[in-house]
């Protein structure tokens, strides 16, 4: 994390760990909704740790905001832990769907040739149409709509971010400090300090 | 006539079967519960037909409407340290509670609410009395959680009340569907919880960050400590003064920290914020080190942030480390509990005297009377001020009473001018300004403080607001003392449009019933005075009777709170006329 906090927006990715709660989902999606904030893309899943949640939400802004975000987050009784990353930070991926008429597909080499190219693999062919899948980035994953467009694309769909943070050594033994009334210090993290004057540099 | 005393159940063994409803109340009793505020219908009947025996463990107060229940748990929170309760059924009454919930989250108030809900298989059918209350509440507490089976009540219940109680208190509710208030189960005792994985009430004190502190405090030439209800909520009254004691420096108040230090004390320099003191404002952008103790840098305190005490390195204790740099970037982060914070950074701080920077407080302060406070607390103008009601009832009490305010000119007077000899003395809507706080929340603070003065200082505007609440003062017989002063105006409002609005007064010409009358209805004896000759035998009389007593006085029409800091300026730009 950089000394001085960018005034540029950009894109964040937010994970939080929590327990499996009913409402959660609710909760936290009213901390972005209470201050007018987009969330760009959210996804739930299973976490590395059986029981444990994982959320990953993207959001662009100021890291600022997203420490205070990130605060207001980790504050919510059933969340564990909360990191924030810009898209450097971690390995990231989402996945799009593309359902094209078979016909063109199968008359036009140039098509088949194009989809390869980018990466796509066809899902499932049927008489009518085909569905093709990418996994990518999100410019990868738009480039394809734009050639596809001019051969009919009936119907696209994408799916939310998933990001892995690059340093991250997972969840296992963080948990292990929760489990304990009284945490090491090392539950404290992605404190970024003001450098007002400089008393603390992190 | 014999009375026959009725026992409340023991608790039961493991393994005996009990409804949920009553599993809950002997979770009730376990946790200390000894005043539950509520209104019965049908989604909770259940508990309360349980209830029905445990009236000698658990004494239930019937409000009015749930609103007055869940102010009347704030005030018994507030003046007792403990967490409230409130009962309310399904659907209305449960959305009765909201404004509760929410002046209790921002205020840091810890309550445990417990709603009625329809039947488990009618969720989500628009049943009757059904709302999503998980859904509408979950914005305005702490926690909530919805129980559909009884087995899980206990664990829920003492999850609430850590949840409530610990770090950073607040509003917690749980949602009972009517079929698991029913249910029977085989009862395994009640545990109180004291650590839940994902919640960590307290952040770890670093120990570096104290020394810094102490370091930043020792060299300061102009420190100035600003403190809030964290004092009292740490219950660390007592250290608090050890450290401002140690180091000499001048200290002041937000009105949610009003009385952790008393009134009189030499380095007590006043109020904070748009309406606070002269100096604490004006010397806030002066000072070298701010100390910000258990307050949350609300914007009526700083005005304009971006022109807030620039000059100055921040030092902020706070148990909630969301709180830190939220509004005013922090150089020493001291994150805990200000009871072992306080400590530990008194060992490392040097004694000293500011004298001369205290003296430069008591010239503002000087400048403040001759401007303002002496014309309003010792008025030469025919008609009475609110200043002077406040001045005559510390008279009266010494300074030792609960003064229970409502929201608006007179709150900030009260707040400005009310003596405080003890902690847990002014209970006020401080962050979400609700006006009928007060009459509901001073009768759960005679409740949760019975050996007390209790004083509510209620406008025009605000008593008529939960003036049904009087029937619970009523019925239940409690002694509150109830002092409307009456500009028959919504002053507040009418000020902002005098001095922003060019004084357009849009609807603030507010007529009242014959509050005189209205009391003697409900059997409370009152009065109604305009003449300053009668005022402070009319607030002996008020003080002196037996019970409750409903005293009006009516002020002069048009007065201004001042000092004030306009919305958008600088706290240095306070003005005094």
Do not use: C, L, P
């Given at each position: 994390m950089s000394e001085q906090a960018p005034i540029e927006r950009q894109e964040y990715n937010i994970t939080v760990y929590t327990e499996?709660?009913?409402?959660l989902l609710n909760r936290i999606a009213m901390i972005f909704s209470r201050r007018k904030m987009n969330i760009e893309s959210l996804n739930t899943s299973p976490s590395e740790i059986e029981g444990i949640h994982r959320f990953n939400i993207v959001i662009h802004e100021t890291e600022e905001v997203v420490s205070k975000i990130a605060r207001q987050i980790e504050k919510q009784v059933e969340v564990l832990k909360v990191y924030f990353n810009t898209n450097e930070d971690v390995i990231w991926q989402e996945m799009a769907l593309y359902k094209v008429p078979t016909d063109i597909v199968a008359e036009k080499a140039k098509v088949e040739r194009l989809l390869r190219e980018n990466g796509a693999r066809v899902v499932v062919i049927r008489k009518d149409y085909t569905v093709f899948e990418t996994t990518g980035h999100r410019e990868e994953t738009d480039n394809l709509i734009k050639i596809l467009q001019p051969f009919g694309l009936i119907e696209f769909v994408r799916s939310a971010r998933i990001a892995i943070i690059k340093d991250s050594d997972g969840f296992n033994r963080k948990l292990r400090e929760f489990e304990r009334a009284e945490p090491g210090h090392d539950v404290v993290e992605n404190e970024f300090l003001n450098s007002r004057e400089k008393v603390f540099t992190m | 006539m014999l009375t026959q005393e009725k026992q409340a159940p023991a608790l039961p063994e493991t393994d005996t079967q009990l409804s949920g409803s009553q599993a809950l109340l002997h979770g009730f009793v376990v946790e200390g519960v000894d005043t539950i505020f509520g209104y019965p219908g049908g989604a909770i009947m259940p508990i309360y037909d349980a209830l029905y025996d445990f009236e000698c463990d658990l004494k239930h107060i019937l409000v009015r409407h749930e609103q007055g229940g869940i102010h009347a748990a704030q005030g018994y929170a507030r003046s007792s340290g403990k967490v409230g309760v409130v009962f309310a059924t399904s659907g209305p009454g449960a959305t009765n509670l909201v404004t509760g919930l929410a002046d209790a989250l921002i205020d840091s108030t810890p309550l445990v609410c417990i709603t009625g809900q329809v039947f488990a298989h009618l969720l989500g059918t628009d049943a009757f009395q059904e709302a999503d209350v998980i859904g509408i509440t979950t914005p305005v507490t702490k926690w909530n959680y919805q129980v559909?089976?009884?087995?899980e009540i206990p664990e829920v219940l003492a999850k609430a009340f850590h949840i409530a109680r610990s770090g950073r208190p607040g509003p917690v509710l749980i949602d009972i569907t009517k079929n698991a208030q029913l249910q029977k189960f085989a009862f395994q005792g009640y545990t109180p919880c004291d650590?839940?994985?994902?919640?960590?009430p307290k952040p770890i004190v670093r120990k570096e960050y104290i020394r810094q502190a102490a370091e930043l405090i020792n060299k300061a030439k102009k420190p100035f400590v600003l403190w809030g209800q964290g004092v009292m909520l740490g219950s660390a009254e007592q250290e608090f003064k050890a450290f401002l004691e140690k180091t000499g420096i001048p200290a002041a108040w937000t009105i949610m920290g009003a009385g952790a230090l008393p009134t009189d004390h030499p380095q007590n320099v006043g109020m904070l914020g748009m309406h606070g003191n002269y100096g604490p404002n004006v010397m806030t952008n002066e000072c070298d080190v701010l100390i910000a103790i258990g307050?949350?840098?609300d914007d009526r305190v700083t005005g304009r942030l971006d022109k807030y005490a620039k000059q100055a390195q921040v030092i902020h204790l706070d148990i909630d480390p969301a709180e830190i740099d939220k509004n005013v970037k922090t150089t020493v982060p001291v994150w805990g509990d200000c009871k072992e914070t306080l400590p530990l950074l008194t060992q490392m701080v040097e004694t000293k005297q500011h004298t001369e920077w205290l003296a430069k407080f008591r010239e503002f302060e000087q400048k403040e009377i001759d401007a303002v406070i002496r014309e309003e607390l010792f008025p030469t103008s025919e008609e009475m001020t609110m200043g002077e009601v406040i001045q005559q009832l510390n008279e009266l009490t010494k300074g030792e009473a609960i003064i229970v305010t409502d929201v608006g000119q007179h709150q900030m007077v009260a707040c400005r001018y009310a003596k405080l000899n003890h902690t847990r003395s002014n209970i006020t809507s401080g962050g979400l300004g609700t006006m009928g706080f007060a009459l509901p929340a001073a009768i759960g603070a005679k409740f949760g403080a019975p050996n007390r003065t209790v004083v509510a200082v209620i406008g025009d505007g605000g008593m008529q607001m939960?003036?049904?609440?009087l029937g619970t003062i009523m019925q239940s017989g409690i002694d509150v003392k109830i002092l409307i002063l009456n500009n028959q105006f919504l002053g507040m409002v009418r000020q902002w449009q005098e001095l922003f609005?060019?004084?357009?007064?849009?609807?603030?010409d507010i007529t009242s019933p014959d509050y005189v009358q209205v009391a003697k209805g409900y059997g409370i004896p009152g009065r109604s005075i305009n003449q300053r000759e009668n005022l402070v035998e009319a607030l002996q009389q008020m003080l002196s009777n037996p019970g409750s007593f409903l005293l009006e006085v009516m002020v002069t029409k048009e007065n201004n709170v001042f000092p004030m800091v306009p919305q958008g300026c600088s706290v240095s730009e306070i003005r005094l006329k």
């Open positions: 499996n709660q009913i409402g | 559909t089976d009884a087995t650590h839940i994985r994902s919640y960590r307050m949350r840098f939960t003036i049904q609440e609005h060019e004084r357009r007064y849009s609807f603030v």
